[in-house]
């Protein structure tokens, strides 16, 4: 009964602790990092890799161009992790760069300015919420290879803005201002985008 009683309480201290000496680490390691310490940079390529590798493979159309556009990011990050400034936490702040580091690949396949494109005034909308939906939840499964697939065969102007909504968290205003693109546009996009990756999972259920 008391481990129960413990569970709904929520964070025991102990693991409040953790977590707190688990920022002050990472506070150190970035301080480190933004005085060019090589251990600290491989300290970070080492935590968040990963994460960045499947941003981009999310948004881009190969494991290779993936793989080239993470080399990118963490190469770019040695020049702008003295830019970090606190604001907002450090794996929001990378996944951003990388985010940017991928739609700069897609234009330079004169694709993104052709694809992300207005969509009609008369979209109907869901009003954005800031909790993510389970989406969210199921696209950062990267075990999950079927939905990664599904979500590659979206067409480029519908994927990238719901990656960067589900994936790097973004909100509609910070992804409206990456892409260059109006507010309303966005969550127009976000939304037909999930429209669309329903029917192809639900399809691929049946």
């Known amino acids: 009964m008391d481990t129960k009683r413990n569970k709904a309480k929520g964070p025991q201290p102990r693991e409040?602790?953790?977590?707190?000496?688990?920022?002050?680490?990472?506070?150190?390691?970035?301080?480190?990092?933004?005085?060019?310490?090589?251990?600290?940079?491989?300290e970070i390529h080492r935590r968040y890799v990963r994460r960045v590798f499947g941003l981009c493979r999310?948004?881009?159309?190969?494991?290779?161009?993936?793989?080239?556009?993470?080399?990118?990011?963490?190469?770019?990050?040695?020049?702008?992790?003295e830019s970090y400034d606190g604001s907002i936490p450090f794996p929001r702040w990378l996944l951003r760069v990388a985010g940017n580091q991928c739609i700069d690949a897609l234009r330079r396949r004169q694709r993104a300015r052709q694809v992300i494109v207005e969509v009609e005034d008369s979209t109907v909308v869901e009003a954005p919420s800031s909790e993510l939906s389970p989406l969210g939840a199921v696209i950062r499964t990267e075990e999950r290879a079927w939905v990664r697939d599904a979500i590659a065969r979206l067409p480029v102007n519908y994927r990238v803005p719901l990656?960067?909504?589900?994936?790097?968290e973004l909100s509609y205003d910070e992804i409206a201002q990456q892409l260059g693109l109006q507010r309303n546009y966005v969550a127009a996009l976000i939304f037909r985008a999930k429209?669309?990756?329903?029917?192809k999972l639900a399809h691929r259920s049946k």
């Open 195 to 199: 429209q669309e990756l329903r029917r």
């Open 163 to 168: 990656v960067l909504r589900y994936y790097s």
């Open 58 to 81: 999310y948004m881009l159309d190969s494991r290779e161009s993936a793989e080239d556009a993470t080399s990118e990011v963490f190469l770019k990050l040695q020049r702008s992790i």
């Open 16 to 42: 409040v602790k953790a977590k707190q000496m688990e920022g002050r680490d990472l506070e150190s390691v970035i301080e480190r990092a933004q005085g060019h310490d090589a251990e600290a940079l491989g």
